[in-house]
């Protein structure tokens, strides 16, 4: 069964660093794409980043790019982000997805980070 499961979210000062861990299991985790999406209070979907089977592409979204970073460990088949200089709008839930032939087809549950004073 493909899991996929996240952790390291809380409660953070705005400017503050916080690293988020999505431990995979189930599948070939260093064979696929893996992104993180976030979902803010009452918004929809936003794509964060996502990094290719091998670390040698990673991409992140405008709102992002600079203060972000992912990587990942396939020997421990765990994704990383790096948040840093967080803002009160990052405030989300951020979740880690699997990429199979062009589609999300595997989500975790979530964890919540909240970004406040």
């Known amino acids: 069964e493909v899991q996929l499961v996240e952790s390291g979210g809380g409660l953070v000062q705005p400017g503050g660093p916080l690293r988020l861990s999505c431990a995979a299991s189930g599948f070939t985790f260093s064979s696929y794409f893996i992104a993180w999406v976030r979902q803010a209070p009452v918004k929809g979907l936003e794509w964060v980043s996502e990094i290719n089977s091998d670390s040698t592409i990673t991409i992140y979204a405008d709102s992002v790019k600079g203060r972000f970073t992912i990587s990942r460990d396939n020997a421990k088949n765990t994704l990383y982000l790096q948040m840093n200089s967080l803002k009160p709008e990052d405030t989300a839930v951020y979740y880690c997805?699997?990429?199979?032939?062009?589609?999300?087809?595997?989500w975790g549950k979530g964890t919540l980070v909240t970004v406040s004073s």
């Open positions: 997805a699997r990429w199979d032939h062009g589609a999300m087809d595997h």
